[in-house]
C-alpha cells in the first residue's frame, strides 16, 4: 500500500471540512446580513414617510389656504409652523380615510393620527383613522409637538404595512 | 518534520481566523445598528422648543419664582424614551446695551450617547427681556 496516497486522502478530507464549514458560515452570515438590510431599507423608507407626513402636517397649512374636505388640493393643519388651525384638524377628522391617504401619497399604508394634550391623561383632541390592529407589520410612530389655542399638544402619526 | 507543510498550516490557520474574523464584524456591525435616529431626535426637540414658545409655556415658566421647576415640570412633556436639559437664559435691554441677567436650567434624566440640540430665541417685551433657550436631548 502506497502511504503517501493514504495521508493526502486524509489532508484532502480535512480541508475539504474545513472549506464546507467556511463556506457555510459565509453563506449564513451573508443571507442573514442581506436580509437585515432589506428590512432596514423597507423600514426606513415607511419611517422616512410617517416622519415627513407629520411635519408636513405641523408645519404647513396645505392648499388652498382656506381648505376644507371639499376643496382640499394639499393636507396641511398649521396657521403658522408649529400652531395648529383647530378648523383645519377639524376638516381633516371629517375626511375620508382613502382620500387623505391619496393626498399625502401613503395609500400603501395603514394610517392613524390622533391629536392629544400633553396632560397628565393624554386628553384626545381629534382622532383620524382606526389604529393598527394586531395583523399590522412594520409600525412607526411619529410624534410632533405644536401649540393649539394656546395650549401644548403632540399630533402623533401611526403608520403600518398593509397585509 | 516537513518544513514546507508547517507552513502550508499556518497558511491555513491564518485564512481561517481572517474569515472568521471578517464574518464576525459583519455581525457585530448589522447588530449594533441603532434602530433610533439623530435626525429625528432633534426634529423633535426643534418642534418641542416652537411649541413650548407659541403656546406660551416658556414665558409663562421664565416668569415664575422657581424658573428651574417650571422648566422641569415642561420637560416632563417629552416621551420617558428621551433625557434632556434645558437651558433659558435671560437677557435685558438697558440703555442701549444687551446684557446677560441670569440662567435657569432643568434637565430630566441623564444625557448618554449622541445627544442633539436645538435652539429658539422668544421675547418678553412688556419687561424689555429677551430669552434664549438651549434643548439639548438625547435617548435615555
Known sequence: MNMKGQ???????????????????????????????????????????????????????????????????????????????????????????????????????????RVFKTDAGGTNVSVFGEPPDVSATSIVVADSYSSLNGEMVVLRLTLWRLP | MSSKGFVLTLDAFFAVFLAAAFMVSIQFYYSSQQPHNSEYLSKMAHDFLAAADESGDLKDAMSKPQQSAELQNLLLKLPSSVASRITVTTYEYKNGLVKEKSTAQASVRNLTGDVVAAQRAFTSPEDEEYYLSVLEASYA
Open chain 1, 7 to 113: 495521508v493526502s486522502g486524509i489532508d484532502m478530507l480535512f480541508s475539504v471540512a474545513i472549506f464546507t464549514t467556511i463556506l457555510l458560515s459565509a453563506a449564513i452570515t451573508w443571507t442573514s446580513a442581506f436580509s437585515y438590510s432589506e428590512q432596514r431599507q423597507k423600514d426606513s423608507t415607511i419611517e422616512a414617510a410617517a416622519f415627513s407626513t407629520a411635519n408636513q402636517l405641523v408645519s404647513y397649512g396645505g392648499y388652498p389656504d382656506d381648505w376644507d374636505a371639499s376643496n382640499v388640493a394639499v393636507i396641511g393643519l398649521a396657521k403658522h409652523p408649529n400652531v395648529l388651525d383647530s378648523a383645519k384638524l377639524s376638516a381633516f377628522a371629517s375626511m375620508n380615510i382613502n382620500s387623505s391617504k391619496s393626498l399625502l401619497g401613503l395609500e400603501r399604508y395603514g394610517l392613524h393620527v
